[in-house]
């Protein structure tokens, strides 16, 4: 879970790339440097991002079974919000109780 600023988009094969830099980590499950790949398994823009928007991004770590591919992945149902400060007040208070 971190806040993160959309620097840009690229269609990859049948995958979408966003380079995001990250803003606020708020769950360390595994680190995070302040530029990272996010990657979306569709072309669609599900759910949509655009470039120079900030969002709360849910994201999780993929790692192929060959352990050759890692990299982070949001679904396209996954929970990509803009980000306001409500949604920053949200999240800490969430933190507090897991």
């Known amino acids: 879970v971190f806040q993160g600023r959309i ?3 690229r ?8 380079e995001v830099e990250v803003k606020t980590p708020y ?3 595994f680190p ?3 530029r990272e790949y996010v990657w979306v398994p569709n072309t669609c823009s599900c759910p949509p991002l655009r470039e120079g928007g900030e969002y709360l991004l849910m ?3 993929h790692v192929n079974y060959e352990r ?3 990299r982070i992945l949001l679904q396209d149902n996954g929970y990509a919000r803009p980000w306001t400060p ?3 007040r949200l999240v800490r208070e969430a933190a507090r109780h897991c």
């Open 7 to 9: 620097l840009a988009r």
């Open 86 to 88: 409500r949604e920053d």
């Open 32 to 34: 995070l440097v302040t």
């Open 68 to 70: 050759t591919l890692n």
């Open 27 to 29: 769950r360390h499950r």
């Open 59 to 61: 994201a999780r770590r």
């Open 11 to 18: 269609l990859v094969g049948q995958e979408t790339r966003y």
